[in-house]
Nanobody, 118 residues
Framework: QVQLVESGGGLVQAGGSLRLSCAAS????????MGWFRQAPGKEREFVAA????????RNADSVKGRFTISRDNAKNTIYLQMDSLKPDDTAVYYC???????????WGQGTQVTVSS
């Protein structure tokens, strides 16, 4: 069973930056990917970014390309989401996820709130 713990959320002004972290425990070789999703009030959860532990392959949602960067530290079993040029539309609960590959996720963290003020 994979456990995921997010940290780093908070309140920031538009144009500012935040870095989210997600520490994974209980990871197995069958769970090669990690990702970030977000859910804003009244909206469905949406994909943000994903990364492969083994290859470092990444993919990002169009809405965050050029602003958000996902990275990993294999030694620490931790992934990061560097969020720059934040916009009020980025306000959401951000969830860390683990899965078989960058398109399939089955384990979820508890979420961390990110609020961007205008």
């Amino acid at each position: 069973q994979v456990q995921l713990v997010e940290s780093g959320g908070g309140l920031v002004q538009a144009g500012g930056s935040l870095r989210l972290s997600c520490a994974a425990s209980g990871r197995t070789f069958s769970n090669d990917a990690m990702g970030w999703f977000r859910q804003a009030p009244g909206k469905e959860r949406e994909f943000v970014a994903a990364i492969s532990w083994s290859t470092g392959y990444t993919r990002n949602a169009d809405s965050v390309k050029g602003r958000f960067t996902i990275s990993r530290d294999n030694a620490k079993n931790t992934i990061y989401l560097q969020m720059d040029s934040l916009k009020p539309d980025d306000t959401a609960v951000y969830y860390c996820a683990a899965g078989r590959d960058t398109a399939n996720f089955g384990f979820w963290g508890q979420g961390t709130q990110v609020t961007v003020s205008s």
